[in-house]
């Protein structure tokens, strides 16, 4: 969050805005890389409109969560969203993309549009959202705003400057419209451009004959080609703004006011019942059933928890009864721990407009609009709010996969008692972050974005919870098995006094192909063990295979072979062969019968080309296999990225999302997926062992 001042329930501000049609409403989310300017811009757009508002301090604070402030702007409402720019919050990026109906891309115009910087402009097309460009950062002494303007062109599609700025003595003072402004010489050819560019855009096939003719066009006839275009997405204006000066504000938002698109010629979600069926009726118009959806969840100490909503469709009454519902599970193809599918009815606590972290009450939210709810017990990030008549499920956006495992141990009894609770708490509000318990290597993971994500995490479990915790090394699932085929017997036999035991088995071990898990074979002739005791065998191998042989993990790619053994007429018994049983595989365990097998993951990795060489040598370190590479495809108009297909070792991977997004320079994301379990270098096991 920025450095505009937390001030909960003050009195100064206007009253919530109360857009009285969906025409009235403008969601305009910044997105752009950390350090660009968009929180600056957001308190200069904020403080521009709300009198009394002022700027923060100038200094950057990495924003981390969305942030959202609700204020008139001319004849409408104005939603102003506020992202991250850094890759390991691109959750609440999203979610904010998700909320909005039109971007602002703040660029630094002192800096290149490199290869992250596109990767988030994909963010924005992925989802079609029309955009508008902002160079900031003009005033400083490498900052070229021609130089960028052409950057943008190259990276972006069909990008113009719509305005100029004016420089003096190295601050900008303000900027001239290249279309409504009193241009000159220097400003020629970029309006000749401007000029072009709307007309190819323009609807009027003749319009760009004329005008090659020497016809002089008119300026209102080409504004209104202007405004068309950038609402469709197919051209975005490139505006200088200094937030510092407050140059190009006004022009800003003027921009939003009436060029970019209201909620109603946004595209709606995928809106199914729950069940999966058609659903009628759903529009982004007030009178219509209720559909919003919750995009981003906090949790207050003394008002709970407090859902940050988007109205797709009717309208959202205080002290209403709706139904809320979540299938994350349904749309990511698996569970998705932390997150189990859930549909209850509930009725809407009080109704707020947001302001960072003031709200000012409301009673309605329509069509179109974004209001905070409060006291909904179930509702998380992503859930739909429906009627409760008609219930319905919003398909949530595209969540982004943690890749990154840290194990955490509570640093005190005390701590360990309150960790769950603050976990639970901390995965409600962050789809971001999964949580994990491994009984197996008795570690409670995180599974994140990345190390800020960690450091944020644990911050929070300090600062809000009073949870005192330490990383440690996240351990992978290994597993156990025979490489060498070996006969063993156990003996169970306890005579001594009362009620004695007696089981005795032989029992061959073999190992068997990957994969292939546990098989149990009966060889046993002449009733040698009784019938009855077989299956005592079989379940007695079974569960001491799952508890491992040395070193705790569960032992697969077996057969267990029952050849031959002896009973006792009355102190034979199920667990009597159970215990012989296990005792035969332990007797059969040592290091010159079994090793141990780690898991392997399918990797597909997407960089940019540059860092091809890079990325794979960094592969070969990781004891990874590449199985070939591609063109990825869809990764906008320049080109240039590849997708590597490999398979590596999970305990290689570990550390991945750090390592990548260094060996390439922040270009490059992969996917992975569990393979199978190979087995693991003699060299490896001293450290996967943790001991
Ligand atoms: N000189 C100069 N500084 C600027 C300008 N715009 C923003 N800044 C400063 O640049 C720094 C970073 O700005 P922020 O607004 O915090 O950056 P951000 O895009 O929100 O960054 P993240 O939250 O990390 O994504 C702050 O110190 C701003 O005051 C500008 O036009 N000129
Ligand atoms: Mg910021």
Same mark, same amino acid.
């Given at each position: 969050?920025?450095?505009?001042?937390?001030?909960?329930?003050?009195?100064?501000?206007?009253?919530?805005?109360?857009?009285?049609?969906?025409?009235?409403?403008?969601?305009?989310?910044? *997105?752009?890389?950390?350090?660009?300017?968009?929180?600056?811009?957001?308190?200069?757009?904020?403080?521009?409109?709300?009198?009394?508002?002022?700027?923060?301090?100038?200094?950057?604070? @990495?924003?981390?969560?969305?942030?959202?402030?609700?204020?008139?702007?001319?004849?409408?409402?104005?939603?102003?969203?506020?992202?991250?720019?850094?890759?390991?919050?691109?959750?609440?990026?999203?979610?904010?993309?998700?909320?909005?109906?039109?971007?602002?891309?703040?660029?630094?115009?002192?800096?290149?549009?490199?290869?992250?910087?596109?990767?988030?402009?994909?963010?924005?097309?992925? *989802?079609?959202?029309?955009?508008?460009?902002?160079?900031?950062?003009?005033?400083?002494?490498?900052?070229?705003?021609?130089?960028? *303007?052409?950057?943008?062109?190259?990276?972006?599609?069909?990008?113009?400057?719509?305005?100029?700025?004016?420089?003096?003595?190295?601050?900008?003072?303000?900027?001239?419209?290249?279309?409504?402004?009193?241009?000159?010489?220097?400003?020629?050819?970029?309006?000749?451009?401007?000029?072009?560019? +709307?007309?190819?855009?323009?609807?009027?096939?003749?319009?760009?004959?004329?005008?090659?003719?020497?016809?002089?066009?008119?300026?209102?006839?080409?504004?209104?080609?202007?405004?068309?275009?950038?609402?469709?997405?197919?051209?975005?204006?490139?505006?200088?703004?200094?937030?510092? %000066?407050? /140059?190009?504000?006004?022009?800003?938002?003027?921009?939003?006011?009436?060029?970019?698109?209201?909620?109603?010629?946004?595209?709606?979600?995928? *809106?199914?019942?729950?069940?999966?069926?058609?659903?009628?009726?759903?529009?982004?118009?007030?009178?219509?059933?209720?559909?919003?959806?919750?995009?981003?969840?906090?949790?207050?100490?003394?008002?709970?928890?407090?859902?940050?909503?988007?109205?797709?469709?009717?309208?959202?009454?205080?002290?209403?009864?709706?139904?809320?519902?979540?299938?994350?599970?349904?749309?990511?193809?698996?569970?998705?721990?932390?997150?189990?599918?859930?549909?209850?009815?509930?009725?809407?606590?009080?109704?707020?407009?947001?302001?960072?972290?003031?709200? @000012?009450?409301?009673?309605?939210?329509?069509?179109?609009?974004?209001? &905070?709810?409060?006291?909904?017990?179930?509702?998380?990030?992503?859930?739909?709010?429906?009627?409760?008549?008609?219930?319905?499920?919003?398909?949530?956006?595209?969540?982004?996969?943690?890749?990154?495992?840290?194990?955490?141990?509570?640093?005190?009894?005390?701590?360990?008692?309150? &960790?769950?609770?603050? &976990?639970?708490?901390?995965?409600?509000?962050?789809? %971001?972050?999964?949580?994990?318990?491994?009984?197996?290597?008795?570690?409670?993971?995180?599974?994140?974005?990345?190390?800020?994500?960690?450091?944020?995490?644990?911050?929070?479990?300090?600062?809000?919870?009073?949870?005192?915790?330490?990383?440690?090394?996240?351990?992978?699932?290994?597993?156990?098995?025979?490489?060498?085929?070996?006969?063993?017997?156990?003996?169970?036999?306890?005579?001594?006094?009362?009620?004695?035991?007696?089981?005795?088995?032989?029992?061959?071990?073999?190992?068997?192909?990957?994969?292939?898990?546990?098989?149990?074979?009966?060889?046993? +002739?002449?009733?040698?063990?009784?019938?009855?005791?077989?299956?005592?065998?079989?379940?007695? /191998?079974?569960?001491?295979?799952?508890?491992?042989?040395?070193?705790?993990?569960?032992?697969?790619?077996?057969?267990?072979?029952?050849?031959?053994?002896?009973?006792?007429?009355?102190?034979?018994?199920?667990?009597?062969?159970?215990?012989?049983?296990?005792?035969?595989?332990?007797?059969?365990?040592?290091?010159?019968?079994?090793?141990?097998?780690?898991?392997?993951?399918?990797?597909?990795?997407?960089?940019?080309?540059?860092?091809?060489?890079?990325?794979?040598?960094?592969?070969?370190?990781?004891?990874?296999?590449?199985?070939?590479?591609?063109?990825?495809?869809?990764?906008?108009?320049?080109?240039?990225?590849?997708?590597?297909?490999?398979?590596?070792?999970?305990?290689?991977?570990?550390?991945?999302?750090?390592?990548?997004?260094?060996?390439?320079?922040?270009?490059?994301?992969?996917?992975?997926?569990?393979?199978?379990?190979?087995?693991?270098?003699?060299?490896?096991?001293?450290?996967?062992?943790?001991?």
């Amino acid at each position: 969050m920025g450095a505009m001042a937390k001030t909960p329930g003050r009195s100064d501000l206007p009253a919530a805005p109360n857009p009285a049609s969906p025409q009235d409403i403008r969601n305009v989310v910044l *997105v752009g890389p950390g350090g660009a300017g968009k929180t600056a811009l957001f308190e200069a757009l904020v403080a521009a409109r709300v009198p009394g508002q002022r700027t923060g301090t100038g200094e950057h604070v @990495r924003t981390t969560t969305l942030t959202a402030a609700s204020f008139t702007s001319g004849t409408v409402t104005l939603n102003l969203l506020d992202t991250p720019g850094y890759p390991d919050f691109v959750g609440d990026l999203r979610a904010g993309l998700r909320a909005a109906d039109a971007a602002v891309f703040v660029v630094s115009g002192a800096d290149d549009i490199d290869r992250p910087v596109s990767l988030l402009w994909r963010e924005c097309a992925a *989802v079609g959202m029309p955009r508008a460009v902002v160079v900031t950062h003009l005033d400083q002494p490498r900052a070229d705003f021609a130089a960028t *303007v052409q950057m943008c062109r190259r990276t972006f599609g069909d990008a113009r400057a719509t305005h100029w700025p004016v420089l003096d003595a190295g601050s900008v003072t303000g900027v001239v419209g290249l279309l409504t402004g009193e241009t000159s010489e220097e400003h020629e050819e970029a309006r000749a451009a401007l000029i072009e560019s +709307v007309i190819e855009e323009s609807e009027d096939a003749g319009l760009l004959d004329r005008y090659l003719e020497g016809e002089s066009i008119d300026t209102e006839a080409l504004l209104a080609d202007l405004r068309t275009a950038i609402a469709q997405g197919t051209f975005f204006p490139i505006l200088p703004v200094s937030p510092l %000066t407050g /140059a190009g504000v006004e022009e800003l938002l003027g921009m939003v006011e009436r060029a970019f698109p209201d909620p109603t010629v946004h595209p709606l979600p995928t *809106v199914t019942s729950p069940a999966g069926g058609a659903i009628g009726g759903v529009a982004c118009d007030p009178s219509q059933p209720l559909v919003a959806e919750v995009v981003r969840t906090t949790t207050d100490p003394y008002v709970g928890r407090l859902s940050l909503v988007r109205v797709f469709s009717g309208t959202l009454r205080v002290d209403e009864p709706v139904h809320v519902s979540g299938h994350l599970g349904d749309f990511v193809g698996h569970e998705v721990a932390g997150h189990p599918a859930h549909d209850d009815d509930e009725r809407v606590g009080p109704l707020a407009s947001p302001f960072v972290d003031a709200h @000012r009450p409301r009673g309605t939210a329509i069509a179109g609009d974004l209001a &905070l709810v409060s006291k909904l017990t179930r509702a998380e990030t992503s859930d739909t709010l429906s009627s409760v008549e008609r219930p319905a499920v919003v398909a949530p956006w595209l969540l982004p996969e943690p890749q990154l495992p840290v194990a955490i141990r509570a640093a005190t009894k005390s701590d360990d008692d309150k &960790l769950g609770g603050a &976990l639970q708490r901390l995965v409600a509000e962050d789809v %971001t972050m999964r949580m994990e318990h491994s009984t197996e290597n008795d570690q409670v993971v995180l599974w994140t974005m990345g190390q800020a994500h960690v450091d944020d995490l644990i911050g929070q479990l300090a600062d809000r919870y009073g949870v005192t915790v330490t990383a440690e090394p996240y351990r992978t699932s290994l597993r156990e098995t025979f490489v060498r085929r070996c006969s063993v017997q156990g003996r169970h036999v306890k005579q001594s006094g009362g009620h004695g035991q007696y089981a005795v088995c032989s029992i061959d071990i073999e190992p068997l192909p990957r994969g292939a898990g546990f098989e149990f074979v009966d060889k046993v +002739v002449g009733g040698a063990v009784p019938r009855q005791f077989i299956p005592s065998v079989e379940k007695g /191998a079974r569960l001491q295979l799952e508890k491992g042989l040395l070193t705790g993990h569960p032992v697969v790619d077996v057969r267990v072979t029952l050849t031959d053994g002896k009973a006792h007429s009355v102190d034979s018994s199920d667990v009597a062969f159970q215990t012989a049983a296990a005792l035969a595989l332990k007797e059969a365990a040592n290091a010159s019968t079994m090793a141990l097998l780690e898991p392997i993951d399918r990797v597909d990795i997407t960089i940019a080309d540059e860092y091809l060489g890079a990325v794979m040598s960094d592969l070969r370190g990781r004891r990874g296999q590449v199985l070939g590479t591609e063109p990825a495809d869809g990764m906008g108009p320049e080109g240039g990225w590849t997708v590597v297909h490999a398979e590596v070792p999970s305990a290689e991977l570990s550390r991945y999302p750090i390592d990548l997004r260094s060996v390439s320079h922040g270009t490059g994301s992969f996917v992975r997926e569990p393979l199978r379990h190979d087995l693991l270098p003699a060299d490896k096991a001293k450290d996967l062992l943790g001991s």
